[in-house]
């Protein structure tokens, strides 16, 4: 069984900048995609981005394109989110997920019910 556990959410002013980390355990991580999703008040919960554990390739959503990085660290069992330049709309709860291998190389890590493991989310809101 797959435990994710986010941290690092908070409060920053428009154009500053946030990491949020996943901590991930239970798992055979190197068939694994992890994945991050977000859910603004109101609106469905959406695709962030995506990182395959052992290939390592990344894929963003066009909303954070050129913002927001993901990566991970082996040793550490960890994903992280680098969000930068943040802007009001990006205030929402943050979610880590985890999708197996062949979803993620059949194309629908962007799917919300792709993924069978989730962590309980943390908030991450930018002022203006």
């Known amino acids: 069984q797959v435990q994710l556990v986010e941290s690092g959410g908070g409060m920053v002013q428009a154009g500053g900048s946030l990491r949020l980390s996943c901590a991930v355990s239970?798992?055979?991580?190197?068939?694994?995609?992890m994945g991050w999703f977000r859910q603004a008040p109101g609106k469905e919960r959406e695709f962030v981005a995506v990182i395959h554990w052992s290939a390592s390739t990344a894929n963003y959503a066009n909303s954070v394109k050129g913002r927001f990085t993901i990566s991970r660290d082996n040793a550490k069992n960890t994903v992280y989110l680098q969000m930068n330049s943040l802007k009001p709309e990006d205030t929402a709860v943050y979610y880590c997920a985890a999708v197996s291998s062949w979803k993620y190389y059949s194309g629908s890590y962007s799917r919300r019910d792709s993924y069978d493991y989730w962590g309980q989310g943390t908030q991450v809101t930018v002022s203006s």
């Open positions: 239970g798992g055979a991580l190197s068939s694994l995609a």
